[in-house]
């Protein structure tokens, strides 16, 4: 028929453009064997001649969140956010003026509040993320996403994203591939600016999460937040948490610390052309630098690994023209 | 720039044929009130200029299985591949021979095996879908879907789907809707034949789950199923599940049981226009007919609830034209 015969001229002379714009699609990376290995890999799983070849519906890509999409120095923006809820709650609670973890997050003390350990950051949490609705609580972050600043850039904490991983982001994407964040961090947390910020809609952001219970109250149902853990989808519950949200495996893999390492590894374990991505943070001007040593995106045993398993490796001072987006 | 102006051009030329198309999207539907009020709903929320609209973002659907995208009686498929598992594994397990629900699995006996209660059906669950890797599990499954037979119907299991339901999985996706299947069985269970059969890619199947380890053997990783339950996706479990796999509240949910009560209730009750469906089996020809006193499937305070809820009722028996696809 005449209609599709246009379709594939027009196919056709649109072909040459789409390859332009493709060779340019990382303006933020410098040229060399990082910007390389990814383009070449990209490339290979979707030219229908390539023995390896993938399909659009396998072209599944992961991403680690904290210091692989936004930075996560000093601490954890997830936290920072907790500490600021926390501040704001404490006029309902002058018991914690006198009780740890509270204590220390009233005065902004994150030494005393990191030595409180596992339990102390899940009392934090229970106070700051739970007892109330799903929804109040999407409101709540997209409140302190909108006004809260990080104290060394003097920005909002969505700006601290990192320029290069958005073109990766959108680079795979305009190749067929599907995007998902798959973090440590909280998964209601997450979606409440996934979207606008990644381009990633909320069913495609798998994290850590607390119980949920479904109630009705005065006829309305709503989803209430319990002060319980649910999963914590790192180390090892990263793969547990892509099968049980994406039920397949994926074909690349980015992150920047051993909390990815499994995932690194079960990802790049599949048949097929695969593809493992680290960050090393090694930028002290424009960012921070660190690995082995650090409290928060600690890179140690991935690091060791890379070579051997495959994995590319980005140096950020060297590899990155930018490092956070311009903001008009 | 031309091109555009051309795409304009034959997205106009188009139109018409897309309208002819939609006009005859579910032929297995008798004309009546319960079609045209499906069609009535999808028109409004794709049409621009109606204050219904929604955009395709939006536009979820969420459909259970049992009983509503394929049969379930006299007993859910996802049982008698249950038993199919116990009887083959049996002769490794002597025991089993005097050990209930073992005992009756072996010798068919559903009824002694119902009887036995939750404590009996997980005994059986973790016998025949824990103890091996997911990916063991999936070609279980995929086996026994291509061997296993329904005694009334003598057809595979996955050819006792709807074809009024296949036909409305594809007119909602025609029109910019995402499809899920929200289902109280197995998720990896359903995954395996979801794709081929309905269309459902794995990523938009949420469903009970029992948990996974995450173990490397001899150097190559995989994921342990484990003889604990992770999740039950039915009753008020369904919003929880669609709200950590989903992160939106879906517009459009169809069900068929008092199971699915809460998540229509969940569905409807947002803001915007919504649209509860549920099937009804009332025809004692061509499938089954229960509602009230039903072991399986039971509906019961939905069926009483719909009116006020407005939600539609599918009439089987006056509905549908067709209720099994044609094999060739």
Do not use: C
């Not at 040229?31 to 390389?36: R, W, Y």
């Not at 229970?126 to 920005?155: L, Y």
């Not at 920047?256 to 690194?264: A, K, P, R, Y």
């Not at 048949?271 to 928060?296: K, M, N, P, Q």
């Amino acid at each position: 028929m005449a209609f599709i015969r246009l379709l594939i001229l027009l196919t056709a002379i649109l072909a040459p453009i789409n390859m332009a714009h493709a060779a340019d699609a990382l303006p933020s990376w410098n040229d060399g064997p990082t910007k390389k290995a990814i383009i070449t890999f990209v490339e290979k799983v979707t030219d229908k001649g390539s023995p390896d070849y993938v399909p659009p519906a396998d072209r599944i890509a992961v991403f680690d969140n904290d210091g692989n999409l936004w930075a996560e120095k000093l601490v954890y923006f997830q936290l920072l956010f907790a500490i600021d809820r926390v501040r704001a709650l404490a006029p309902k609670h002058p018991e914690w003026q006198n009780e740890q973890p509270f204590k220390a997050a009233i005065e902004g003390d994150v030494k005393t509040l990191l030595a409180s350990g596992k339990e102390g950051l899940l009392k934090l949490i229970a106070a700051s993320h739970a007892g109330m609705s799903a929804s109040e609580f999407r409101e709540t972050v997209a409140d302190w996403v909108e006004t809260a600043r990080h104290p060394r850039f003097d920005k909002k904490y969505t700006e601290l994203v990192y320029q290069p991983m958005l073109q990766l982001l959108d680079y795979l994407r305009s190749n067929g591939f599907t995007t998902y964040i798959v973090s440590g961090g909280g998964i209601e947390f997450l979606r409440t600016w996934s979207e606008r910020v990644y381009g990633i809609p909320p069913a495609q952001v798998i994290g850590s999460s607390i119980q949920t219970e479904y109630d009705v109250v005065d006829g309305t149902p709503i989803l209430f937040r319990l002060p319980k853990t649910n999963f914590i989808n790192d180390k090892a519950g990263k793969p547990i948490g892509i099968n049980q949200h994406i039920g397949k495996r994926p074909i690349f893999a980015s992150g920047n610390s051993d909390g990815d390492f499994e995932m690194l590894e079960w990802v790049t374990s599949g048949d097929g052309a695969r593809f493992g991505l680290i960050l090393h943070h090694t930028d002290v001007d424009r960012e921070y630098a660190y690995d082995r040593e650090s409290h928060v995106g600690r890179l140690d045993k991935a690091l060791d690994q890379a070579a051997d398993r495959g994995w590319t490796v980005i140096d950020m001072k060297n590899d990155w023209k930018e490092v956070f987006p311009e903001v008009n």
